[in-house]
C-alpha cells in the first residue's frame, strides 16, 4: 500500500478517529537509507546520472526540519473530515525548489569537491537498470534503491510542495537550509 492509499484508508476513519497526516518530500539526514547513500558515490566519481532529459525539480528536508512539523501537525493541525479531501493533511518541504544539479552541486560543495558532471540517461535505460538491480535483490533478498517503482517517479519532471499551508496553520517554519543540513549529515 503507497502513502495516499493509506491516507485515504485513514480518511474513511476520520470521523472515528482525529487524524493528521504530513506529506514530506525527500527527507535527509542522519539515517538516511537512500538519498544520500545513492549520490556520494556519484558525486565522488565526478559523474551523476540523471533519468530523463530536461530539469528536474524537487523538494527535500531535513529529517529534524520534518520532526518539527510532525510535532506542529499533532499539536496545531486540523484534523481530517471524511468529507473534505484536503483536510487534515498538510505538505512540508525547505521551501526552496532543488534542481537536480543543484543538489549534485550542492553535496560536492559539502565533500571538497568540483560540482559533477550530470549525465541524463534515457527513462528505458534506467528501467533496464532497475530490473538488475530487483533481480540481484530478490537473490539477495532486499530491495534496492533503484527499482522499477522509483523509474516511475524519475519520470516526472517535478517532485516539489509548497509548505505554505504548514506555515500558515501549524506556524512550520523550516530551519535548516539545504547546504546545511547537507554538510551537517555528513560530518555526523
Sequence with gaps: MDGLAE?????????????????PPIVYGPGDPAFLPSLLPMIRS???VKSG??????????????CAALLAAATRG??????IQ????YTVSDGTEHTWQGICRTVADALGRRPPLVLPVPHAV?????ECAEALGRLRGSVPPLNRDKTRELRC????????????????????????????????
Aim: one cysteine or more; proline letters at 5%; hydrophobic letters at 45%.
Design 157 to 188: 519532471t517535478a517532485w516539489t510542495c509548497s509548505a505554505e499551508r504548514a506555515r500558515a496553520e501549524l506556524g512550520f517554519v523550516p530551519s535548516i537550509p539545504l547546504a546545511e543540513g547537507i554538510a551537517a549529515t555528513l560530518k555526523g
Design 7 to 23: 491516507e485515504l484508508a485513514v480518511r474513511e476513519l476520520a470521523d472515528r478517529l482525529a487524524v493528521v497526516a504530513i506529506r
Design 78 to 83: 486540523r484534523t481530517m473530515c471524511p468529507d
Design 46 to 48: 565526478g559523474l551523476v
Design 86 to 89: 484536503d483536510s487534515g493533511v
Design 126 to 130: 534506467t528501467r533496464g537498470v532497475a
Design 53 to 66: 532529459f530536461g530539469p528536474r525539480h524537487y523538494s527535500v528536508i531535513h529529517v529534524d526540519d520534518l
